[in-house]
């Protein structure tokens, strides 16, 4: 991880990590010295090791360091965090069964989307992928803007009902 990344990645996760530790060890001081160590384990991480998700790293690193905090000091202060915030405690990193759904319902989006009429296919990914409005979409390809506006509401719909249907069990594609 460059520099720069680093930095912007400390910036934008310290308090947050702070607040992590506060929580967990209620010393100000200690969740001080376990986000340095934190950012320190990160930046010390094998450059072979490829990290997809800095993030995610530091706070699973996070959790680690309260362990090991818990487990150094005899336990003594685990009484101070109760079962009810370790469960409160949510991992930034999704489970494997959220993975697979998030995976599937891509894979149901991307058929709806191979699916649609070429001309509703067409303003929808003008719209959603390149990032036109409708006015420019209809410029773009000499169309009223209200054609475009039906075209997205239709694809949209249809996109909707395709995610409904597999949410739902439904197997019956239209």
């Known amino acids: 991880m460059s520099d720069a990344g680093l ?4 910036r934008s ?9 506060r929580r967990r060890v209620r010393s100000p ?3 001080a010295d376990l986000t340095q160590e934190a950012f320190l384990r990160l930046l010390r991480a094998k450059p072979a090791a490829t990290l997809h998700d800095a993030k995610a790293y530091l706070f699973r690193t996070a959790n680690n360091l ?5 487990r150094s000091s ?3 202060m685990a009484a101070s ?4 915030e370790w469960r409160a405690f949510r991992d930034p990193c999704p ?12 894979d149901i989006l991307q058929q709806a989307i191979a699916d649609l009429p070429p001309r509703g296919r067409e303003i929808f990914l003008m719209h959603k992928f ?5 006015a420019e979409i209809a410029v773009r390809l000499g169309i009223a803007k209200n054609t475009v506006v039906v075209h997205m509401v239709r694809s949209l719909g249809h996109c909707r009902k395709r995610l409904g249907d597999h949410r739902h069990g439904s197997s019956d594609p239209e």
């Open 95 to 106: 489970s494997p069964e959220a993975v697979v759904l998030s995976r599937e319902e891509l």
């Open 81 to 84: 965090v109760t079962e009810t």
């Open 74 to 76: 005899g336990n003594r």
């Open 29 to 31: 001081e200690t969740a």
């Open 13 to 21: 996760c310290e308090r947050d990590l702070i607040r992590f530790f």
């Open 130 to 134: 390149e990032g036109l409005s409708y």
């Open 7 to 10: 930095e912007a990645l400390f």
């Open 66 to 70: 309260v362990i090991d905090h818990y």
